[in-house]
């Protein structure tokens, strides 16, 4: 079964998972700290909510491809995806604060994204474009759990 926010169990093996991620957790690929993660998953879910507005990117692979693959092949996340220059820490993403003060912000926004009936409105993801709801709901655990790996939690 592929796990998906829509599972409250999968939801909280995130939001468990996240607890397990220390300043001084160290990474496994990438150059992101793991305060700068905690962030840049907040400003995703910002994206993802409309909250935070970003560009579309070009892809180097048809959209619908893309989405599929990312979203419904159970295979891990290859690492080095560029972000975008809104959801990276060294451009224009959110600067890092408070360690535990950014975490229960991005905690809150996994409860406001998964939430029901929802608040806000999707824009569309700069990489896959439009989503539907069963999607957003794939993409918001799939980003989470990748960038967890990267911490080892």
């Known amino acids: 079964m592929l796990k998906t926010f829509q599972s409250t169990s999968d939801k909280q093996e995130i939001l468990q998972r996240l607890r397990a991620v220390r300043p001084n ?16 998953l907040s400003d995703s879910y910002r994206m993802f909510m409309g ?17 599929f693959v990312a979203l419904w092949v159970p295979v891990p996340w290859p690492h080095g995806f560029k972000s975008v220059p809104e959801l990276d820490q060294q451009k224009a993403g959110t600067p890092p604060l408070q360690f535990e003060a950014d975490r229960r912000d991005l905690q809150n926004l996994i409860e406001r994204f998964t939430h029901r009936p929802r608040d806000f409105e999707h824009q569309p993801h ?12 794939r993409l918001g655990y799939l980003h989470a759990d990748h960038h967890l790996r990267q911490f080892g939690a």
């Open 51 to 67: 909250i935070k507005k970003v560009k579309p990117e070009p892809v180097p692979y048809p959209r619908p491809l893309l989405k």
């Open 25 to 40: 957790s160290e990474r496994r690929w990438g150059k992101m700290t793991s305060h700068q993660m905690l962030c840049h």
């Open 126 to 137: 700069p990489h896959f474009g439009q989503l539907s709801e069963k999607a957003w709901m």
